[in-house]
């Protein structure tokens, strides 16, 4: 059988890469699902950002890794509910790489167990009289399973048939330290997590809106309700910048235009925002919005 581990309420199927959760499907792009059954299969280990390079972004392959690797990750921490500042599953450590911190559990061998029948059973012939019941029941089993699947599938696809991709409208990131120099970093994170949000495997499920003019108010003359109702956004993405002696915070969060009702929010705390700590956290965001869109 195939090769699965368990850490919290998660099963993850390390060579077909598919993830659940108390044994609901959970969705996992194809490069974060190799990348996290590179750190499941190494659980404890640190796992250099080089070797994750040469294992999923070969020699030749064309590709930003850096920006790759930053959104792999964010992927994972979303669907996971993991967090950089207080991880659970999935540890950075510094100039070095990744390491997989949480308890995982492993059949033996890496196989299911198998209980194996009793020595006279399988030594004596069964009457017929003792098949028979038993090759009943399964198949009675087996055909309600096999309904119950078809059930499901034809719902799902009539679902995703009817769904519509829901709006999602960014509005420009407030800075609230009060500094000048931090007015561009916020206007280019909040720029940078419209790029993500619009990236083509979401734009599948989301319409992005990121460069109204209802989306230019002020904080203190900015109405969700009203930003919804002037964009057809289902969703507003906002955060502020906040300042202390030693460190820069940013909130950010997910808020529902029709009622106001935030249904998303994190708090990320960093010593500089470079150009890559500002790519990071924009996919840090835009990965966290799509997973909890797709879960709502």
Known sequence: MVEHAEFGPFRFELTAGTLSRHGMPVRLQPQPARLLAILVSRAGEVVSR???RQQIWPDGTY???????????????????????APRYIETVPKRGYRFIAPVRRPPN?????????????SARPSESRIEPRI?????????????AVAAVVAMLWSRADART??????????ETGQDAFDDVAVAIADQTVARLATPERLTRLSVIG??????RPRAFRDIKDI?????????VLAQMKVDKSRVRLIAHLIRASDEAHVWANVYDRDSFTLEVQSELAEAIAAAVDA????S
């Open 50 to 52: 080089d070797e994750l």
């Open 63 to 85: 590709v930003d890794f850096e920006r790759g690797l930053n959104f792999a990750v964010a992927h994972i921490r979303a669907v996971l509910g993991d967090s950089a500042d």
């Open 110 to 122: 890496g196989h299911e167990a198998v209980t194996a029948l009793p020595s006279e059973e399988t």
């Open 136 to 148: 009943s029941r399964t198949l009675v089993v087996s055909g309600t399973l096999a309904v119950l």
């Open 166 to 175: 829901v709006r999602v409208a960014v509005v420009p990131f407030d800075n």
């Open 211 to 216: 460069n109204a003019a209802a989306l230019r």
């Open 228 to 236: 919804g109702r002037q964009v057809a956004a289902d969703y507003v």
């Open 292 to 295: 909890r869109l797709a879960a």
